[in-house]
Structure formats: structure tokens, C-alpha cells
């Protein structure tokens, strides 16, 4: 009986022991998750990576810490940079929000750096296949966000910046090769190349187009969704095979352009007023472009 006491005895020790351990590794992580957080704020981001990295080792388990550590390494990512520690810095962000999804499917700040960090890594890509290949990616990842935060507008403007973003740059080769400057009214000249462009890019512009607009159902202010909302009007008015079908177009274009700029002028009285006429500077990060 004695020998079975001793036992049980010794397996509580034991189990208390590695709760100890563990409650102290937990403390440990805490304490390095804000050493890093201290140094992110001050911009030292290499110092907050290996606060955050050895937070995330002492816990494997703490999401806080994973995406901290996922940020840093995002917030040190410039695009259009080629070296191989700027791809490094991309990769580790990847692969460290990619771990938080896979903690937590629905964490939306990991859904929309990851569709981020894929439009700006398409950045400076001359290739337009490997471009298109990663703003279809970020697209992806933009319509997951939409599934989890049907009222996130970022997620639909974003995928209408994309059509964009993949449709422009075609209708600009189109017209040099034509030899239509970017000022020049269209439609395009050559009916065969409006039809080549109409079969591969109207669904895709009309997509983009219904995207802007459930971004302007959530925030009728959305003066970014309205100022695409022009460009891919007039912009597919090139497709057009009539000058009526070219004219009512660029007119849903010239409305959104108004549109935009009243939204602005009435978004700006406001914030004059409400900072009492004075104009204040903020540091907050501006939608991508």
C-alpha cells in the first residue's frame, strides 16, 4: 500500500513539475512577445523578429506571437526589391501567417496580409504571365476574407483593384500596338483585337465592377471603389463595337468621377470641422494602390 503511495505520489510531483515548466515557458513567451512588441513599435524590426521568434518557440501554441512575428517580417519586405534577404523576408511572412490559419482558418488579419503581401510581390515583376499569376493569387485570398467578414470592404475593393490591375496594362499594349496613344478616344480600332480583348477580359472587368460595388453597398463613402469604378468603365468603353455603347460607358465613368470628388470635398468639410479647422497629419498606412 505504502509502495502505491510513494507511486502516486511521485507521478502528482511529476505532473506538477511539468506544469510548472510550462507555466513558466508560457511566462517566458509573454515576456519576449513584449520585448518585441516594444521594439516593432520603434521600428526595430530584426530585434522584434527574434523577440517574437523565440516567443513563439518557448509557445508554439501562441497565435499573438505568430502573427507578430509574421508582421515584422512583412513590415520589412519592400516591393519591387530583388535580393535574396528581401525574398527571404516575403517567404517568412508567408509561411508565418499560412501557420496562424492553420491555428485559426478565420483570423482575418492573416487572411488580408497574405492577399497583401501577393499584390505587392507582383510589384515590379516585368513577366506579365508570373504578374497576373500573383494578383490572381492575392485575389484568392481576398475572396476568403470575404467569406469570413462579409463587411470587410478592402476585400471586395481589393479584387476590383485587381481586374484593374490586370486588365489596364493589356488595354495599354493594345492601343500602342495600334498605334493609339493613352489620350486617344477609343473604342479600339481593329475590331478583331476588340474581340480578342472582349472574350478574355469582359466577364473578368464585369466581376471587377460588381466587387466595387458591394464595397460601395458596405461604405457608400468609398471614394477609392468609386475612382476605379470610373477607370473600369471608360476603360472598357474601348471594347465597345458601337459609339452608343462607347458613349453610355464613358458617362457611367464621368458619373463616378463626379462622384468621387463631391464624396471627397464632403469628406474633408467634415474632418475640418471636427478637428475645428485645423488640419492634422496622420500616420495611419493609406489604402494599396
Not at 501562441?62 to 512583412?74: F, G, K, N, Q, S
Not at 492577399?115 to 475572396?143: M, P, T
Not at 478616344?185 to 475590331?191: A, F, H, S, V, Y
Request: with cysteine.
Amino acid at each position: 500500500m505504502k509502495r502505491r503511495l510513494v507511486a502516486l505520489s511521485a507521478i502528482v510531483a511529476a505532473f506538477a513539475l511539468a506544469f510548472s515548466l510550462a507555466g513558466c515557458r508560457k511566462l517566458a513567451a509573454r515576456d519576449n512577445l513584449n520585448k518585441g512588441v516594444n521594439a516593432f513599435k520603434n521600428a526595430k524590426y530584426t530585434e522584434a523578429v527574434n523577440s517574437f521568434t523565440e516567443a513563439v518557440k518557448l509557445d508554439p501554441d501562441y497565435p499573438t506571437a505568430r502573427l507578430y512575428l509574421a508582421t515584422a517580417y512583412m513590415s520589412q519586405y519592400i516591393p519591387g526589391a530583388s535580393s535574396d534577404e528581401n525574398t527571404g523576408y516575403w517567404k517568412n511572412a508567408l509561411d508565418n501567417f499560412k501557420q496562424v490559419l492553420e491555428k485559426n482558418p478565420k483570423d482575418t488579419t492573416a487572411l488580408e496580409s497574405i492577399a497583401s503581401l501577393y499584390i505587392q510581390s507582383s510589384q515590379g515583376l516585368n513577366d506579365a504571365k508570373e504578374k497576373n499569376a500573383r494578383l490572381d493569387e492575392a485575389k484568392i485570398w481576398y475572396q476568403k476574407l470575404a467569406e469570413v467578414e462579409p463587411t470587410n470592404k478592402t476585400a471586395y475593393y481589393s479584387q476590383g483593384f485587381i481586374v484593374w490591375g490586370k486588365w489596364y496594362p493589356a488595354l495599354m499594349e493594345a492601343r500602342a500596338k495600334l498605334g493609339m496613344k493613352p489620350e486617344d478616344p477609343g473604342p479600339l480600332k481593329d475590331k478583331k483585337v476588340r474581340g480578342e480583348l472582349k472574350a478574355q477580359y469582359s466577364d473578368m472587368i464585369q466581376d471587377g465592377i460588381n466587387n466595387l460595388n458591394k464595397a460601395l453597398e458596405i461604405d457608400k463613402e468609398y471614394d477609392d471603389a468609386m475612382a476605379y469604378l470610373n477607370l473600369l468603365y471608360r476603360e472598357r468603353a474601348d471594347l465597345a463595337d458601337s459609339p452608343e455603347e462607347y458613349k453610355k460607358d464613358t458617362e457611367v465613368a464621368d458619373t463616378w468621377v463626379q462622384k468621387a470628388l463631391e464624396t471627397k470635398k464632403v469628406k474633408a468639410e467634415r474632418a475640418q470641422k471636427s478637428t475645428g479647422g485645423i488640419v492634422q497629419e496622420s500616420n495611419a498606412p493609406k489604402d494599396a494602390k
